[in-house]
Every structure is written in structure tokens, then in C-alpha cells.
């Protein structure tokens, strides 16, 4: 079973940037579209950015803009940048692949707070 882990997270100022990172082994996520995701206390989790293996990307529509989501296939890895931060950004950001439900295997995530 591969297995993902998430970086960059932090505590940033409404405006601010962050770039978050995803290492990911196993073949199942080299070969698969991938996907950042994110849960804010007392919600679900939510899909935030999807890549595809070839790099066509879409957002969900409050990030459109603002984010980038990138992956290089070579060192299995999926960066989300995060751009003009707002405080209801403020979540725990996971990766995975792309419509992972909660069966699914999930890292530790990355905590990304925007203070206003």
C-alpha cells in the first residue's frame, strides 16, 4: 500500500501564500489523477484542486485564481500553491487521489491557519 505525506502547512496572515507539498509512494498514485483536499473543524471534507496524469487541472470554484495545483510524475510528488489566503482557507489540507472517499487511505494532513 503506498502511502502520502503533506507539508507547508503554517500560520499565515490573510493575504499571505503558502505552498504546500504531497510525497506520495506507490505505483497507485503515480498512475493515478491527483487531488488536494481540505477539512475545516466541524465540516466535511471537501476537494480543493484535481490534477490529471497528462496536467489538466480544476478547482473548486472559491480557490479558482488563487491556487495552483501541479504534480511531477518522475519524483511522485503533488504541490498545491496557495495564493491571496483567506481565513476560511483555514483547514487541514490532504492529498490523495482523485475521488478518495473516506475507505480510502489518508495521510496526516497539513494545517494551514489564516489568521484575518
Known amino acids: 500500500q503506498g502511502r502520502l505525506a503533506e507539508s507547508g502547512g503554517g500560520l499565515v496572515q490573510a493575504g499571505g501564500s503558502l505552498r504546500l507539498s504531497c510525497a506520495a509512494s506507490?505505483?497507485?498514485?503515480?498512475?493515478?489523477?491527483m487531488g488536494w483536499y481540505r477539512q475545516a473543524p466541524g465540516k466535511q471534507r471537501e476537494m480543493v484542486a484535481r490534477?490529471?496524469?497528462?496536467?489538466?487541472?480544476d478547482y473548486r470554484d472559491s480557490v479558482k485564481g488563487r491556487f495552483t495545483i501541479s504534480r511531477d510524475n518522475a519524483e511522485n510528488t503533488v504541490d498545491l500553491l496557495m495564493n491571496n489566503l483567506k481565513p476560511e482557507d483555514t483547514a487541514v489540507y490532504y492529498c490523495?487521489?482523485?475521488?478518495?472517499?473516506?475507505?480510502?487511505?489518508w495521510g496526516q494532513g497539513t494545517q494551514v491557519t489564516v489568521s484575518s
Open positions: 506507490g505505483s497507485i498514485y503515480r498512475t493515478s489523477p
Open positions: 490534477i490529471t496524469l497528462r496536467g489538466a487541472t
Open positions: 490523495n487521489k482523485d475521488r478518495a472517499n473516506k475507505n480510502d487511505y
